[in-house]
């Protein structure tokens, strides 16, 4: 099995950036916790980030016969991407939306994805477990509806 992990744009910068919403863990430590996890469960995990919603899109779409699902931590690009929401359909696989902060405690801007409708499920407001409680809903998903 293959999962594909996107990280949204400015979550290069985790560790030091606004470590009160997002933690103090680099996005290497959120990386290495989520390869150990992968691991652990016997997956193939790719981890790709990128700050423009092209390249993001382009990743989404290159996911086709390549992946078996995706966890997706589309940061900003949540309140306002169509062209990510109409992506992740078109890809037709099974997907989890994650946030490190529970976005409906934040701006009301926050409170409202784009994303949401057409993924299995959102994981928001653990700091880096997101990823994982995530990546575990995804496999669970994925090992019940095998065929």
């Not at 990510?84 to 078109?90: P, Y």
């Not at 490190?100 to 928001?124: A, T």
């Not at 700091?127 to 090992?143: C, D, F, N, P």
Request: glycine residues 6%; aromatic residues 6%; charged residues 20%.
């Amino acid at each position: 099995m293959k999962i594909l992990v996107i990280h949204g744009p400015n979550l290069n910068l985790l560790g030091t950036r606004e470590p009160d919403q997002y933690g103090t863990l680099t996005l290497e430590q959120i990386n290495n916790k989520i390869l150990s996890c992968a691991k652990n469960q016997n997956v193939e995990v790719k981890i790709f980030q990128a700050n423009s919603e092209g390249e993001i899109i382009s990743e989404i779409h290159r996911a086709i016969g390549n992946f078996n699902g995706i966890v997706i931590n589309p940061a900003a690009y949540t309140h306002t991407s169509v062209a990510l929401r109409d992506a992740l359909l078109a890809v037709e696989l099974p997907t989890v939306e994650v946030h490190l902060s529970n976005i409906y405690k934040r701006e009301d801007f926050r409170k409202q994805s784009l994303i949401s409708d057409v993924v299995l499920g959102v994981i928001s407001g653990f700091r880096e477990q997101s990823y994982i409680l995530g990546l575990e809903a995804l496999l669970h998903h994925l090992k019940d509806n095998k065929s």
